[in-house]
């Protein structure tokens, strides 16, 4: 037989035997996993059965091969649910891990998933895809940890749903140190990164690629086709800090925060799509930090960002700075993208503190203005008049304007004739995609620029290029926003709106009892006038308590020891035209000692809050999302609403918004509100405090610091509109000047004063 015959012959025979020796495994058991792993050879399936699994810590550990992988899946994608204390680890190569549904749990480790075993089962070319993580959350807010940790090279995550992480540290982060996790060429691709809630501080980022100490790694990770959906955990979504990254035709929908190139240098952002409600300050872009960054066909809608959030923020750099820091922009590219009804889409030297040098040392004093940068065939469009088109804190003496246009004449503060008025009309082509009824042909040919070779939609830019981020013709069904290009093929995060019911209660056994069992959402009506409550009633839903007749409010009279109403996780809680009244021991509302893993909400409409200790105590590592108190009366209590358990100086908040309005506040012994912020921190919206349109007398007289409102490092403040009539205090607050907090129209009678700080002495976190 000839020679290559007979080697032909012995590879089929050889292919044909191995094809035999591959097969489904069906697995019931944590035993019967581990059994299968062990055993597992290329091309095998290892098939959980349907039902859910606790506890349950998996290594994953097996040799595939490109054509064979191994894949560990659901008999059913998505009727696998992993619970409890759980977490999966993958090591080796070529490994597929699918369908399988992780909620009501939480890993015991420092991450859920994790492309790595050890130092010596390291996974490579292994993929995680069609996956759900739903609020995986640690109990406790403050214990750290991931989702998903990249390592090794050439892994992937994919077609998944992954939404609400509540605790400290970035949902997905890659991880570099060590050569075998550089140069990965990981792929973040067609994922559902679904709500992340504010976290009330730092750490909350939605994907993390490297760190300080790796930012002049080469990592290579492409970040494509996500939908990046109301990420508002803190003002970096995304946080690049390696070199050589790439983020294409991402979209980000309503969140509060931007693409953030933080360290490391040469990333690629294209296409991506930026989407605001013209309203939110919080909503933001791009930010532009370090060296050779190529910013181009992206599309921004209604953003109303500043400073860290704007639209696009080229920042100043730290001179020499140290790694962890801020570095001088040099050598990016700014060009063909669109902004639709962003009325101050520009900002240059973000972040400029030399006014701050007295409270900071040198070595954080951003004085490095960008340089060897350009913006060239940009478009931006606003259907009302807007004449800043650029906010400059410093000067703008390194930018390269070129062929910009703008349909509104330039009045800022810094103009160039390399951005021009231009009257041009737009096309709606779909929901939130506007593009201008003719090609604006006459661009500019800069360096390297013939790189840039398509649109926002990949049409091709060499026979009938434009100004901005689309080239006519654009297709009459194009979309910003296709939710099936994301996510996993089998689950979706859209509930079924159910119709509130309400319970009308007349006893307080019919309240204890209706309170336990009614769906969130739901309204108790209190038909009774009085009602004695000898414990402490627990929220854990979004309940609203509401007086049948509201001129004629139904009473509450608490003896409970600890509090009134005691807040938990997800509770959400209305008191609507309801009287609540302590014994002067216990609180009117508070949180749990610990394990606080999610935010809470608090409204209080037409209500009165009498005789309790403090009006609302709070405990370390708990988070409220919006605290409301409208028309409502505050009367004869120790303190008021104590917002100020997070004393680290780690940048960390009780609550995100405060507003209190239209409320009379009389005999308060102690300070009536406390919000306390600490730390040197700029990646969070800081809290929001609105003090406004209130009455406050006889209060303070107790005060250990003679100051009726506290408001330490909180960043929004709003003191409007108010009266203070005899309160013994020194002070009634203290305003940061830095962040534009001022007193307006307030009435002062014998009630101390409101003294401004310009630079407030924070304390430095890193």
Partial sequence: ????????????????????????????????????????????????????????????????????????????????FIEGQSNLQLGGSYLVVQDLHFRNGYTPSKALIRFKIDDDKIAFHSKVTNIVIEEFTQADREVTDQWIQFWGQHNELSHSYIAGKSNFGPTVMVMLKGNQHVNNHHQIINNHFGPRPRKGGPHGETMQIGDSSTSMTPSYTNVENNYFERCNGEVEIISS?????????????????????????????????????????????????????????????????????????????IPKAPMNRYNQVTD????????????????????????????????????????????????????????????????????????????????????????????FSMTKVSDYLYVPTENQSDVYHGFDFAKIKTDLFGNPRSDNNSVGATV???????????????????????????????????????????????????????????????????????ITLVSANKANKSTLNFSSNKTAFLMLPKGNLTLDSVIIKGNQQQHGFATLDKNMSKAYNLTLKNAEVRD???????????????????????????????????????????????????????????????????????????????????????????SADNILIKNRGIVNVELSNNQFINNPVKLIAILWGEKGQKPVNNEIKNSGKVEIVQNLKLKLMY
């Avoid at 509060?256 to 939110?280: C, M, P, Q």
């Fill in 612 to 702: 309790f200790d403090a009006v609302l105590s709070v405990s370390k590592g708990s988070f409220a999302d919006a605290i409301t108190v409208e028309d409502s009366l505050i009367q004869n209590n120790q303190h008021g609403f104590l917002l100020n358990q997070e004393t680290n100086d780690k940048g960390d908040y009780n609550a995100e918004f405060v507003t209190i309005r239209n409320t009379t506040f009389k005999q308060i012994a102690g300070t009536i509100v406390d919000f306390h912020r600490g730390g040197y921190d700029e990646s969070t919206i800081g809290g929001v405090l609105t003090f406004s349109g209130n009455t406050v007398s006889d209060s303070g007289k107790s």
């Fill in 241 to 317: 800090k390696s070199n050589f990254n790439s983020f294409k035709n991402n979209v980000f929908f309503e969140s509060e925060g931007s693409l953030v190139l933080r360290h490391g240098n040469y990333a690629t952002i294209d296409g991506n799509v930026f989407i605001g409600d013209g309203e939110s300050k919080f909503y933001g872009g791009i930010r532009v930090i370090n060296t050779g960054h190529w910013v181009t066909n992206n599309y921004f809608y209604k953003l109303k960002g500043e400073e860290f959030r704007a639209p696009i923020a080229v920042m100043n750099g």
């Fill in 1 to 80: 037989m000839n020679r290559f015959l007979r080697l032909s012959v012995g590879i089929l025979l050889s292919l044909l035997s191995y094809q035999s020796l591959a097969k489904d495994i069906t697995v019931g058991s944590d035993a019967e996993l581990k059994k299968a792993i062990a055993q597992a050879k290329a091309g095998d399936n290892i098939v959980l059965k349907d039902g859910t699994y606790r506890d349950i810590q998996i290594e994953f550990f097996a040799e595939g091969t490109k054509e064979k992988p191994i894949v560990l899946r659901a008999q059913t994608p998505g009727n696998v």
């Fill in 472 to 542: 006519n013709p654009v297709p009459d069904n194009a979309s910003l926003i296709d939710t099936a290009n994301y996510g996993t093929s089998w689950f979706t995060a859209k509930q079924p709106i159910s119709q509130a019911t309400t319970h009308k209660v007349a006893t307080t056994a019919e309240l204890m009892s209706k309170l336990k069992v009614a769906a969130s959402g739901d309204v108790i009506e209190l038909t009774a006038a009085n009602y004695s409550v000898d414990q402490a009633l627990s929220v854990d839903k979004e």
């Fill in 332 to 423: 990016a590219v700014v060009a063909y993208n669109t902004w639709i009804d962003s009325p101050t889409p520009w900002y240059f030297s973000v972040g400029y503190n030399v006014d701050n040098s007295d409270v900071l040392p040198k070595s954080e004093i951003r004085s490095a203005r960008p340089v060897r940068t350009i913006f060239a065939n940009n478009l931006i469009y606003n259907a009302e008049t807007a004449h800043k088109p650029i906010f400059n804190y410093d000067k703008v003496d390194g930018i390269t304007f070129k062929n910009n246009i703008s349909n509104h004449e330039n009045k800022s503060e810094v103009t160039s004739d390399g951005l021009t008025k231009q009257a």
